[in-house]
């Protein structure tokens, strides 16, 4: 049997969540790319696409599953992780980003302003491109701490 890591989620879980950011980011460069490179000259941008709907009802799908899978972490991983200084920081860019990303993915429901929708817009954006970025970085200081154990 392999010696588990200090703290680690269980397997199930991290492919998962794993899993699932894939499934995000995929989804999302996907309806960027079709409502904005695939936008015919001259249209305004996000311009309406037939992929357009589809890729973000698996967005949509998938970024509820997201919570639901981050959310379980906070039940030990994140209580026993918070005694460990050198993961601290990763782990709060990680839960404010997923924090960031619900509130924005939310607002696309509830604000109406134009000006508004477009400043959330590139926020889920910019906190998408990062979210990978943060829990990458989160997993291999976790490994690195776990190893020095």
């Known amino acids: 049997m392999r010696n588990r890591l200090h703290n680690r989620l269980?397997?199930?879980?991290?492919?998962?969540?794993?899993?699932?950011?894939?499934v995000l980011m995929l989804s999302g460069?996907?309806?960027?790319l079709a409502c904005y490179a695939l936008a015919p000259p001259g249209d305004p941008t996000p311009a309406p696409h037939w992929l357009a709907g589809?890729?973000?009802?698996?967005?949509?799908?998938?970024?509820?599953?997201?919570?639901?899978a981050f959310g379980l972490v906070g039940h030990a991983h994140l209580r026993t992780g918070w005694t460990?200084?050198?993961?601290?920081?990763a782990g709060?860019?990680?839960?404010v980003t997923i924090a960031v990303l619900a509130l924005t993915g939310t607002g696309f429901y509830y604000v109406?302003?134009?000006?508004a929708t477009s400043f959330i817009r590139w926020?889920?954006?910019?906190?998408?491109?990062?979210l990978p970025c943060w829990l990458a970085l989160h997993i291999v200081r976790?490994?690195?701490?776990?190893?020095?154990a």
Request: a positive charge; aromatic letters at 8%.
């Open 10 to 22: 269980p397997r199930w879980h991290r492919r998962t969540i794993y899993a699932l950011t894939v």
């Open 29 to 32: 460069v996907a309806w960027i």
């Open 54 to 68: 589809p890729l973000l009802a698996a967005h949509g799908i998938a970024a509820y599953a997201a919570l639901f």
């Open 84 to 89: 460990v200084r050198t993961q601290r920081s």
């Open 92 to 95: 709060i860019a990680l839960i």
């Open 112 to 115: 109406a302003a134009e000006q």
């Open 123 to 130: 926020t889920h954006v910019a906190a998408g491109a990062l």
């Open 142 to 148: 976790g490994r690195r701490v776990a190893g020095r």
